[in-house]
DNA sequence: ATTTAACATATAATGATTCTAAACTTGAAG
DNA sequence: CTTCAAGTTTAGAATCATTATATGTTAAAT
């Protein structure tokens, strides 16, 4: 399988061993079409959902989403306590969240521009820019 | 003293007894010419210093806090994990973060203008907009 | 002054994350 | 193909910020 080596390399380029656990993760979260957001909470359940011919230890997926993380692979977000998100989207970009469905959605770099751009103190340079955009049904009473 | 008054009538407006240990709070948070952005745990020690003359439980430190952001007299701002910012300047308004010292800096609204602009998913409209500015000291190699 | 709901507090409980230490796996070397 | 060391997985323990509990205290209305 085609996809599978590709994870291996992929993988093996980031200084990680290619293990079982790690390959299913990776095969989880990176063959997919579209950007995926998730909490550690989140891809525990999705992975050892019962009758499930795999399972991986709870420790295990925290280290390999850490060192996925790490190695680039993913970005992590935060949006509320105890509530971390990771992100298969690496690229410098924003997000709205829903707060009724607890749900992230990206926004590509381009769709957002900033027309005024404060200075940053003396002797600091700016890393970069998160914009978080809250979002709520129509209609809701505050 | 008239402050002290102040603060009385600022509790009770909201709601809340005005007890000796709310009062002091009140006084340590809302006394200042600055915005102050802290965590529980730095409320707490600056509280409870040794030879401080009055000591509050952290129990109640949070209960408080809590209060205070319930009343909308403090804004809660996330920005890592086990990070937790609370901030006295309660308007709608960006920051800098300061990740070489933990620190936070206000962002006026009217600092910043958003030029393009997403449009929501459907049947979502825009609560609010959150824009963090990570910076880092000059020169930083990444 | 009495009364009662609100409040403060010490302490226990919770829950997400990290640590530990033992067993297993990978990949390199012989 | 074996051997071997470093890397990895895992169950379970530990940690630590936060929240809950249960008891004593206080604010303030009557
Ligand atoms: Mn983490
Ligand atoms: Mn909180
Ligand atoms: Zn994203
Ligand atoms: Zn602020």
């Given amino acids: 399988m085609d996809k599978k080596k590709d994870l291996a390399s992929k993988l093996r380029t980031s200084g990680l061993r290619p293990t079982k656990q790690r390959v299913l993760l ?7 079409d579209k950007t ?3 909490t550690v909470e989140n891809l525990n359940k ?6 499930s ?9 925290y280290n ?9 692979h993913l970005k992590e977000i935060f949006i509320k306590e105890g509530k971390n998100y990771f992100d298969t989207n690496t690229s410098s970009h924003h997000h709205f969240y829903d ?9 590509e770099n381009n769709k957002i521009e900033l027309k005024k751009f404060p200075t940053p103190p003396k002797g600091k340079s700016i890393k ?6 809250n979002i ?4 809701q009473k505050h």
């Avoid at 990776?26 to 997919?32: C, G, H």
């Avoid at 390999?64 to 680039?72: D, L, N, S, Y």
């Fill in 53 to 61: 011919d795999y399972k991986i230890a709870l420790a295990t997926i």
């Fill in 128 to 133: 970069d820019v998160n914009v978080i955009i």
């Fill in 99 to 107: 707060e009724v469905n607890n749900e992230l959605t990206d926004i």
């Fill in 64 to 72: 390999t989403v850490h060192a996925f993380k790490k190695a680039g």
């Fill in 46 to 51: 999705a992975i050892n959902k019962k009758n």
């Fill in 26 to 32: 990776a095969e989880f979260l990176f063959n997919r």
């Fill in 36 to 38: 995926f957001h998730f």
């Fill in 136 to 139: 709520d049904n129509d209609n």
